[in-house]
């Protein structure tokens, strides 16, 4: 991996973590001037209804991910769930939520990831985010939380 490519992983990782919370302190800031007995929290992750999907079929998420995109839902044929960030690893773009053939393609410049968010073509570099979740049977829902984590 070339020093740029490196600097630009890292800071789209730095962009994703903290971008958000940055932005939640500023409107937590603007929020109290205006209230000053408001407490806003960010909010730390997303319930998606997963009755109606079945094994081998993704779904977009109701709400975007920290970082702004979109997050796919993908129930596994054998089973589990997981969240992919939809924002490719090359330089930012917004990867397709439909995949064909189990292959989700960015339009940018022709990145494509498996559904485990592996890089099956470059540019990108890296495989695509993955969030951290927990499924609900009672409420047939998938909890994902805004902690990114690695596969
Ligand atoms: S931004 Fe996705 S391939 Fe370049």
Redesign the pocket.
Known sequence: MSGSSRRRFFLQIWQGLFGGAVAAAGASLLATCARPSASPSPRPGVAVDVSDLPGGSTKVAPAPGPDGAPILIVHQSAGGYHALSLQ?T????P?NATPLQGILT?P????RFDLEGRVVQG??EFPLGRYDSAYDAKHRRLLVRFLPQTI
Request: charged residues 10%; glycine residues 16%.
């Open positions: 490719c090359h330089e930012g773009c990867v960015c940018c410049h022709g990145s540019p990108a």
